[in-house]
């Protein structure tokens, strides 16, 4: 593991103080952006009714508002390294309350999809992100505890919005429902106030660009001569074009071992991350409990849930734990497949609950875990960018988790295969990264110790350089035999220079 180096962010975190006026904030951002594609699902089988629809048709609803939300990542990443997360929260907070309020007019499943899916996805992308990015700039000794509270937000929002909505829906139906859910997704306007900005005193990223600009174009009218082909011109904007990119997107993780390990494992666990929980409550109204009852399952996971985030933020911070944190959240993934895999077995309520809580637990504890352990891979300075290169890989099986749960649903009439196979699914994609993790551990401490020795074997670096200096002073001797050729490197250096000597 590398250790969080102090220097990356230019400065030293407070790790308290307004950090846990953040950290609240953050808690309702992340708890909208995690929680409302869960708590919609109480609203499938009147939707289903309303539109004669399939569970594989509403099932895209939730479907392309968590890839909304997690594909808007990259742009997320951008915005907050362009102006900051207090901003771009607050706007998200208003796209949501927006797509609400317009899915309430809807008339077709379509519309339904851009309002719900598009719109109100895109504004939870813009508080997730932003969100957890500047608890990384508040906090760093505490900084799984922070991360595990934040998370803790999701099922507070889900213990609460859940029995919410089933009320909101007899009393007002799904019409009105939508309307008043608008509006309370505009407090995220008001989590978003909280996130005062922190760092180093910069310029603005608009300022420092215009100002590069500039030195960089007195530099080619200075330095480069009027007849410079159009080809060399070319290359250099497009250059200058990836390098603008690669500002405020930083690809070079693709070359991070640690990243790639993260990135694939996460990848594959998303395809069968979410779909448990969407399908939770029609899956008790399908055994044939009370619509209240099937709620509440919701309810009894989020409780769990809120307990085993912070929790789980607590043992990730102690010292046995945090230098070996990818390895607790490798089993973390692979406890949540058993409990989806041991799902059938639950035939009654009774049966449910016990499900439904360690469901929560397992689920607390991966997602206390899912941003601090890509945070200790990369670092904080590198994390933003980190953060919304991951988000658009994971939104394809995002995706099409729970499409391909309702087609199961469909096919077999019977949810059992839906929960087999995101069981199995999770439990190869903790055991892919548990074997990844050790050995990427394996190679870092390798490669540890081959710098270790060469800082205290001072003689083999002072012979190399040695040599070097010894090949350099014989290359540039002068001798009647090297004079010609002499002559004529600094002919072609000149020539290439543009100049012309006479």
């Given at each position: 593991m590398s250790p969080p180096v102090l220097s990356d962010l230019g400065y030293v975190p407070p790790d308290g103080g307004w950090g846990w006026a953040v950290v609240f904030g953050a808690s309702i951002s992340i708890g909208f952006a995690f929680t409302f594609p869960k708590a919609f699902t109480i609203y499938f089988r009147e939707l289903q009714a309303a539109f004669s629809i399939s569970y594989?048709?509403?099932?895209?609803?939730?479907?392309?508002?968590?890839?909304?939300?997690?594909?808007?990542?990259?742009?997320?990443?951008?915005?907050?390294?362009?102006?900051?997360?207090?901003?771009?929260?607050?706007?998200?907070?208003?796209?949501?309350?927006?797509?609400?309020?317009?899915?309430?007019?809807?008339?077709?499943?379509?519309?339904?999809?851009?309002?719900?899916?598009?719109?109100?996805?895109?504004?939870?992308?813009?508080?997730?992100?932003?969100?957890?990015?500047?608890?990384?700039?508040?906090?760093?000794?505490?900084?799984?505890?922070?991360?595990?509270?934040?998370?803790?937000?999701?099922?507070?929002?889900?213990?609460?919005?859940?029995?919410?909505?089933?009320?909101?829906?007899?009393?007002?139906g799904w019409r009105g429902s939508f309307l008043i859910l608008g509006a309370i997704l505009l407090n995220c306007c008001v989590a978003g106030a909280l996130f005062r900005p922190i760092g180093a005193a910069t310029a603005s990223a608009k300022t420092q660009d215009a100002l590069t600009g500039k030195i960089t174009e007195d530099a080619m009218e200075m330095g480069s001569p009027k007849n410079v082909p159009m080809e060399n011109k070319t290359e250099e904007g497009g250059k200058g074009c990836c390098e603008k990119i690669n500002q405020y997107l930083d690809f070079s993780l693709f070359k991070h071992r640690g990243f790639l390990i993260y990135l694939i494992g996460n990848v594959l666990m998303f395809l069968g991350f979410f779909a448990p929980?969407?399908?939770?409550?029609?899956?008790?109204?399908?055994?044939?409990?009370?619509?209240?009852?099937?709620?509440?399952?919701?309810?009894?996971?989020?409780?769990?849930?809120?307990?085993?985030?912070?929790?789980?933020?607590?043992?990730?911070?102690?010292?046995?734990?945090?230098?070996?944190?990818?390895?607790?959240?490798?089993?973390?993934?692979?406890?949540?497949?058993?409990?989806?895999?041991?799902?059938?077995?639950?035939?009654?309520?009774?049966?449910l609950v016990v499900y439904s809580s360690f469901f929560g637990l397992a689920f607390g504890m991966v997602c206390a875990m899912l941003f601090e352990t890509l945070m200790d891979l990369v670092g904080a300075a590198r994390f933003t960018s980190a953060v919304g290169l991951v988000t658009i890989a994971e939104c394809c099986t995002i995706l099409l988790g729970p499409p391909i749960g309702g087609t199961l649903i469909d096919t077999f009439g019977d949810y059992k295969y839906m929960f087999i196979k995101c069981g199995a699914v999770m439990v190869l994609a903790g055991t892919f990264l548990f074997i990844m993790n050790y050995y990427n551990y394996c190679m870092l401490a390798k490669e540890e110790k081959v710098k270790k020795t060469k800082e205290e074997d001072p003689k083999s670096v002072r012979t190399e350089n040695e040599g070097r200096n010894n090949w350099n002073k014989d290359t540039t001797q002068v001798g009647p035999e090297l004079e010609p050729l002499r002559e004529e490197q600094e002919g072609v250096k000149k020539e290439m220079n543009g100049t012309n000597e006479v």
């Open positions: 594989s048709q509403i099932a895209w609803t939730t479907s392309i508002m968590c890839a909304t939300t997690y594909g808007g990542g990259p742009i997320s990443s951008i915005l907050v390294n362009r102006y900051g997360s207090r901003p771009v929260v607050m706007f998200g907070g208003l796209l949501c309350g927006v797509g609400m309020i317009s899915a309430a007019f809807c008339t077709s499943i379509l519309q339904l999809y851009i309002c719900v899916g598009f719109i109100t996805g895109f504004g939870l992308a813009l508080n997730l992100q932003p969100s957890v990015i500047i608890i990384g700039k508040y906090f760093l000794k505490r900084r799984p505890i922070a991360n595990g509270l934040a998370m803790a937000g999701s099922p507070v929002m889900l213990c609460t919005l859940a029995p919410l909505n089933q009320f909101l829906f007899e009393n007002f929980i969407v399908f939770l409550a029609p899956y008790a109204k399908h055994t044939g409990i009370d619509e209240y009852s099937a709620a509440f399952l919701l309810s009894i996971l989020a409780i769990v849930d809120m307990v085993a985030r912070p929790t789980t933020g607590i043992i990730a911070n102690s010292k046995w734990v945090r230098p070996r944190i990818q390895y607790f959240f490798s089993f973390a993934i692979a406890f949540n497949g058993a409990c989806h895999l041991l799902c059938p077995l639950a035939s009654s309520y009774t049966g």
